[in-house]
């Protein structure tokens, strides 16, 4: 993520914090079987009649019991006892999917654009996999997202995080701003793996590419070792994100647990036996190395489970028809020159190499959720059967997990499972056909598909009092602070109304910066319209907005809300808050848009529903008084 995105998060505040409200109350898709969604539903629910997926083939079941989120009982025959009853009339049911290879915080659209992340683990819930695996999220919020998305099974799956990257300075994985961990010593890579084991994260994520050294800074093998080493000792699992044959080869020949996208050269029979010997397992990512090289065909973006369950704000700029292929440049390019990866996913299979269905979600062209079942697919093409290609997505999770109760339909097992239309076994695409699914017993919602077109409404007529700032007290309603925490971030932010030393009211903004990779933000916001409804606010009649300042001599900045982006590529533009009072004035067409993120598109004052004051972008005091904001024709 570059740098220069940083100043387009300040202006979030109003708009996210009042989305919180809105999503408390959204109702999901109501599936196709006939289900009761009473909200205090009978601890009992009851599946009837159909077909559940044993790990090789589909076996016909009169009931599936489902008790306080586990599957209790599994039946030949229907009973009459009581319970919430769903009849799927001859459906078939696969295990909730796991995704080994996802990213959160990532974007599948270029340039990025931004969403929150527990929207994009919604749509991954939405699309049948009810486990992911995240294998890089800032290290700070891996706790909190954990914990709010667990609270509600309904809404999202259940995430096992990474948390940081350990990396070379200056390696793969620093390169996108978020906060990582580098390593340049055995005795580092011992310290810190244990820092972040401490610190509560799931399983540990590496990267070595030592072969590329000419091209990327790379750890070496002992100091892979080392984390392998110290992992173990707390019973964590290694993955390891590698490039080529040699990479992978010599991770599991240390004990890397997982080995994460298939070489780009392809594997020699020796290497495939050592792998193989070491235990480790593979996950292919086809489906990002198909977006790289191959792109995708109409089938793959005109699907209709894409379009529901995807953010609509990635999907402003694809096509139904196809996806081309992406347009390396560089040492990427250099590296990946003679991709493989499609004989070495074959090679893997005829070798009898473990496989975990991973994706890479998060990257261009790779979808949350959704890109997993043409994962799977992939798997079918190069040799597996449709049996097999389902249990990389499901039973064999507890390959890495011995003891996880997800990824089969059994007693005493999570009921994390999906109802099919059609049979799988007889397409692999027909995974894609989904009627219904549960996550931990819970009828799953799309919070997606309920979010309101905000830039659809009506806007209303600007109120000059917005900026109004009270006597010294509590602040209104339509003023709001907003900092990184919200995001697993460290800075703080507070605004106090006050007199000035001559007597007038001003908006006293003090407190930190914490720079952490993309966290390091926060802003005062301005409500345009004076309501809890974010209604867009017609400002078209005036051409600058002007107001006093007086600070510490820092740069800040002043951004439009506007609810036509919906990406978080606000115009923005800077200013200076000097030691004395100035007053300065801003045109509004002096705010730009990054370059770097999110779609560009022209400023309209006919849409902005916030102006905000923010500080971004360094570790640095905020000490800043505003007063006499107003808007100029």
């Known amino acids: 993520m570059p740098k220069e995105i940083l100043l387009f998060y300040t202006g979030q505040t109003i708009h996210i914090m009042k989305k919180v409200i809105l999503f408390s109350l959204l109702l999901g898709i109501s599936a ?67 995704d080994a290879h996802m990213h959160l915080s990532g974007s599948p659209a270029q340039p990025y654009v931004y969403s929150d992340p527990k929207l994009n683990a919604n749509s991954v819930l939405n699309c049948g996999v009810t486990t992911l695996i995240d294998l890089f999220y800032p290290e700070d919020g891996c706790k909190a997202i954990k914990e709010e998305t667990g609270r509600s099974p309904e809404d999202y799956p259940t995430l096992i995080m990474s948390g940081p990257i350990l990396t070379a300075p200056g390696g793969h994985g620093t390169e996108y701003g978020l906060p990582t961990r580098t390593i340049t010593s055995v005795a580092e890579a011992t310290r810190i793996t244990n820092e972040v084991i401490a610190g509560g994260v799931d399983v540990i994520k590496l990267v070595y590419e030592a072969d590329d050294r000419k091209y990327i800074p790379s750890m070496n093998i002992d100091e892979v070792k080392a984390i392998v080493v110290a992992a173990h000792a707390h019973h964590k699992k290694v993955f390891a994100h590698i490039d080529l044959a040699a990479q ?104 009898g190499i473990p496989i975990l269905a991973g994706t890479d979600a998060g990257n261009y062209g790779v979808f949350f959720g959704y890109s997993l079942h043409n994962e799977i697919a992939q798997y079918v093409l190069a040799g597996m059967t449709p049996a097999q290609a389902l249990c990389t997505g499901t039973e064999n999770i507890k390959l890495v997990f011995p003891g996880i109760k997800t990824g089969k339909i059994a007693v005493g097992y999570d009921a994390d499972l999906v109802v099919l ?114 209604h867009p606010t017609d400002i078209d009649g005036y051409t600058a907005i002007e107001f006093d300042v007086k600070g510490n001599g820092e740069t800040y900045s002043v951004l439009t809300v506007s609810s036509l982006v919906k990406d978080y590529n606000f115009h923005t533009a800077s200013f200076t808050a000097p030691t004395e009072w100035k007053t300065v004035r801003i045109p509004f067409t002096d705010m730009k848009q990054s370059p770097y993120f999110g779609k560009q598109i022209a400023l309209d004052l006919k849409t902005i529903t916030d102006i905000s004051f923010g500080a971004s972008g360094k570790d640095y005091l905020v000490d800043m008084d505003l007063k006499n904001i107003h808007l100029v024709r």
């Open 32 to 98: 196709t079987t006939c289900w009761s969604q009473d909200s205090k539903q009978p601890k009992e629910t009851i599946l009837e009649n159909g077909y559940y997926f044993n790990g090789k083939t589909f076996e016909h079941f009169g009931e599936i019991v489902i008790k306080d989120g586990k599957i209790a009982a599994i039946s030949a025959h229907v009973s009459e006892a009581s319970g919430n009853r769903a009849p799927l009339n001859g459906k078939y049911v696969i295990p909730g999917l796991t």
């Open 248 to 351: 992978a080869t010599a991770c599991a020949e240390v004990g890397v647990d997982v080995i994460a996208h298939m070489p780009a050269d392809e594997l020699t029979d020796a290497q495939l036996h050592k792998i193989k010997a070491s235990g480790a397992i593979i996950i292919p990512t086809a489906t990002v190395l198909q977006s790289l090289f191959d792109g995708h065909d109409a089938a793959y973006m005109s699907d209709s489970l894409l379009w529901k369950t995807a953010n609509p704000i990635y999907m402003a700029d694809f096509s139904r028809s196809g996806l081309p292929k992406i347009a390396m440049r560089g040492n990427f390019a250099d590296i990946l020159k003679n991709q493989k990866y499609k004989a070495n996913i074959a090679h893997c299979i005829k070798a």
């Open 421 to 534: 239309d059609t049979d799988p076994l007889k397409d692999i695409n027909n995974t894609k056909k989904i009627n219904m699914v549960l996550h931990k017993g819970r009828v799953v919602e799309n919070l997606i598909a309920k979010l309101p077109p905000i830039a659809a409404v009506k806007s209303v007529a600007y109120d000059p009092t917005v900026f109004n700032i009270p006597a010294p007290g509590a602040l209104p309603d339509y003023i709001n602070v907003f900092t990184d925490k919200k995001m697993g971030g460290s800075s703080e932010l507070y605004a106090t109304a006050r007199k000035d030393a001559s007597g007038a009211d001003c908006l006293h903004i003090t407190g930190k910066i914490v720079k952490k990779g993309y966290m390091g933000f926060g802003s005062v916001g301005f409500s345009m319209a004076k309501t809890e409804e974010m």
